[in-house]
């Protein structure tokens, strides 16, 4: 079955059967792809761990069937944090100066045809690459700038909101919209001015001629290389200036040393006799406690509302090169949705994450936001959770909690409508979807940690 994400390439798609995910290629594409694999350009790119790797399974004159490598969490550009979309971005430019060198190229540049595998920027579209022609100007110039260079730049300049442009505009984002929201200095940049200011005039022009521009542009490969190396070189210099009380929540609020460490304990231990082997960390900030459970388990999943956090748990995982981890931004009171076509071309993130089947699920220091800021129920998060994984480790904040204290003087004159926020009424609620397996007290904080075994 054709899979709804892939339908806009004729050169092939990849489909389902019996749970696998499998590229079929279609025989408009047969001398490209035979011309790649003769070049040893695939086997390259596997080496380099730029490529999703995949063997060919099948071939005859309607088909030939590539099986790649599983991939079983997809994350999309609007759920990265500002260095993983740098990545993103220099891993493509990388790759299409190397293919450059080689005498091929990327027929398109959509970020989407990059994800992270093992935690790192991987590149997925095996069909994206066809062989170069002469002083032809890379075709997928325009497209990267939509989809990497223009939302880089407006979230280095307005914050990290922008990062999210591809969720409401799947076709990227018009540079002209990017031009007027840059500051007037920047067109003294020659990168900024060449592929923001200069290619949005360009395109204008064309747009305004009937039929659109006949004329031919010849561009050496020598110079091509130039400007994508200097392109590539301005991302690696470009840095987010935000930052928020979470992305440091753990370092200053909430917890003493003994305390901290004493959660951290409970949950090494209740997950080792959960014998959990893919995890994860809804509301993670930037993964100190997924992490300890790194030893223990395969896959471990940081999610989390905070750019900045999550950035701190990306750069982290680049340091010590922790490939069960995967990091990614998302809101659970607003979370990733289905887009695209039918709504079905880009998942939604609740059925990845089912898709994913985590044995555990962590809810750590989460309750309070999503019930008293939220005004979420405690049955319809509990529901929510119950559909996710076997096990749920929910942490209580009690109304003691300087977080949750804060949260409800912020209610002001609304405050008693919350009276039913208590341990009492969240473990009934919670109990109506899950058995409770067992809770304990928070040493030296007004914190209860649950374990629960969906029913």
């Given at each position: 079955m054709r899979h709804p994400?892939?339908?806009?390439?004729?050169?092939?798609?990849?489909?389902?059967?019996?749970?696998?995910?499998?590229?079929?290629?279609n025989p408009v594409f047969f001398d490209e792809y035979k011309a790649a694999v003769s070049a040893g350009i695939y086997n390259s790119l596997f080496d380099k761990k730029w490529l999703v790797r995949h063997k060919e399974i099948s071939s005859d004159s309607s088909r030939i069937v590539l099986e790649p490598v599983q991939l079983d969490f997809i994350t999309y550009p609007y759920e990265w944090s500002f260095t993983q979309y740098k990545h993103a971005a220099q891993l493509t430019l990388r790759l299409q100066i190397w293919l450059l060198e080689n005498n091929f190229s990327l027929k398109d540049a959509t970020a989407f045809n990059v994800t992270f595998q093992k935690g790192k920027a991987i590149f997925i579209d095996t069909l994206s690459i066809e062989q170069y022609k002469i002083n032809t100007p890379w075709r997928g110039l325009k497209q990267f700038n939509e989809h990497f260079f223009g939302p880089l730049l407006l979230a280095q300049y307005h914050g990290s909101l922008h990062l999210k442009t591809l969720q409401h505009s799947i076709n990227g984002i018009d540079l002209n919209v990017v031009k007027r929201q840059l500051p007037f200095i920047s067109r003294f940049n020659p990168t900024v001015y060449s592929h923001i200011y200069l290619l949005s005039k360009s395109e204008a022009e064309n747009d305004?001629?009937?039929?659109?521009?006949?004329?031919s542009v010849d561009l050496s490969k020598a110079r091509q290389i130039k400007m994508l190396s200097a392109l590539e070189m301005y991302i690696d210099g470009m840095e987010s200036k935000e930052n928020t009380e979470w992305s440091k929540y753990y370092s200053e609020t909430n917890y003493n040393r003994k305390s901290f460490e004493f959660k951290k304990d409970l949950i090494v231990k209740w997950n080792k006799e959960l014998n959990s082997k893919k995890v994860i960390d809804l509301g993670g900030n930037d993964g100190t406690f997924g992490k300890e459970l790194l030893p223990q388990i395969d896959q471990l999943i940081v999610?989390?509302?905070d750019q900045p956090a999550i950035d701190q748990c990306y750069l982290e995982h680049i340091k010590n090169d922790s490939s069960k981890l995967t990091c990614l931004v998302n809101d659970l009171l607003q979370p990733s949705p289905g887009i695209g076509f039918n709504n079905?071309?880009?998942?939604?993130?609740?059925?990845?994450?089912?898709?994913?089947?985590p044995d555990l699920s962590m809810a750590l220091a989460l309750i309070?936001?999503?019930?008293?800021?939220?005004?979420?129920?405690?049955?319809?998060?509990a529901q929510y959770f119950s559909q996710l994984s076997k096990y749920l480790i929910i942490e209580f904040p009690d109304r003691e909690d300087s977080w949750v204290e804060f949260i409800l003087n912020s209610k002001r004159e609304a405050r008693h409508l919350f009276d039913d926020y208590t341990i009492s009424a969240f473990a009934k609620a919670y109990q109506k979807y899950f058995n409770l397996i067992k809770s304990e007290k928070i040493r030296g904080t007004a914190r209860t940690l649950f374990l629960f075994q969906r029913l």
């Open positions: 994400s892939s339908y806009r390439d004729p050169s092939g798609f990849i489909f389902k059967e019996n749970i696998k995910v499998y590229r079929q290629i305004n001629k009937e039929g659109g521009s006949d004329r999610c989390d509302i079905q071309e880009r998942a939604s993130f609740n059925s990845r994450v089912i898709d994913f089947a309070h936001h999503i019930t008293l800021s939220g005004n979420v129920p405690f049955e319809m998060s």
